[in-house]
Each structure stands twice: as C-alpha cells, then as structure tokens.
C-alpha cells in the first residue's frame, strides 16, 4: 500500500506541479533519530502534498485502501480551508484530475 500511496503523490506533483501556473511538492511529516535523540519534523495532520496553483494555497491527502483520515488531518483541511485554501482528499490520481477541474482557481 505505501508504494501505490507515494506512486499516486508522484503521478500528481509530475502531473500538475510544473504548469506554468503551479508548484507542488511532497510534505514530509514524522520523527527521526539524530545523536540518540528523536526529532520531529513537519506539521501534524498536514496534507500529503502542499503547494500553490494560481496564486491559491492547496493541499492534498492522499489515502488508499483501508486509511482513514485521521482527526488531526481534519482538523488541518479546516484550518486550510479557513484560511482560503483549497484541500483535497484523494484516493487516486483521477479524483484530483476531476477536483482540480472543478475548481475555478
């Protein structure tokens, strides 16, 4: 399942993240261990992808298979949202390819 997960994200920043009216990139999120310690990076609950299309913020989570969108990823599609952002919530490449059309950024 993490393959088809980060092959979905791949196909969408490949797709859509170079027009010349966007810019998308992955957001990286957990911990990691430096000198004995665990540090973590990136926003709880942020989207799998974050970027910027016509000017407007945009962030997509991507889930697959039985993956459920958890609190703390709801609670950031609000705040998006709020703060005029787009969020999608994806489960394949075609789902964004249909969202993304039916916006007018």
């Not at 393959?3 to 196909?11: F, L, N, R, V």
């Not at 920043?13 to 027009?19: A, M, Q, R, Y």
């Not at 540090?39 to 799998?48: A, C, H, L, M």
Request: charged residues 25%; contains cysteine; glycine residues 12%.
């Amino acid at each position: 399942m993490a393959k088809e997960h980060s092959t979905i994200i791949s196909q969408i920043i490949k797709t859509f993240g170079n027009l010349p009216h966007s810019y998308l990139w992955s957001n990286q999120t957990g911990v990691s261990r430096t000198g004995g310690r665990w540090i973590p990076f990136g926003e709880k609950g942020s989207p799998d992808i974050i970027g910027c299309i016509r000017g407007q913020f945009i962030g997509v989570e991507v889930k697959v298979g039985k993956d459920k969108w958890r609190d703390d990823q709801k609670a950031f599609c609000e705040r998006i949202k709020k703060a005029g952002g787009y969020y999608f919530l994806v489960k394949s490449v075609d789902d964004f390819v249909d969202l993304y059309h039916s916006i007018t950024f």
